[in-house]
């Protein structure tokens, strides 16, 4: 499961402060978001996540994981504030919020390291 400090590092490099600093010292890291596959490299590097963190984030089934890059992406293109939220859950999840100023993402999933979802798959 995510660790609170995880979802505190995540949101402490999604703040209108940090998403400005790479906007101008790294502008290529705002072009990588912008394509499929990235989240799970980004974060690491951004939010400097360790591997627990970076697992956690591989786990999450690929569709739910690319809904989370592209609302963070269409967060920062627009200029909206991102909000990163967990609770456990049986499956993943992902909820994604937009209230007009700001993009909400939940997650939801079990905790590893085994997910006892994995035993019903054939």
Known sequence: MPSALMMYKIQAALTPEAISSVRQDQPALIDQLNRPGTLVELAGTVADLDDGDRAYLEAIPPALREGIRAAI??????????????????DFEVRLNDNVQGISVHLSGPYPPTYPRDGYVP
């Open 73 to 90: 992406a269409s967060a920062i293109q627009d200029d909206k504030a991102i909000h990163v939220a967990y609770t456990p859950g049986y």
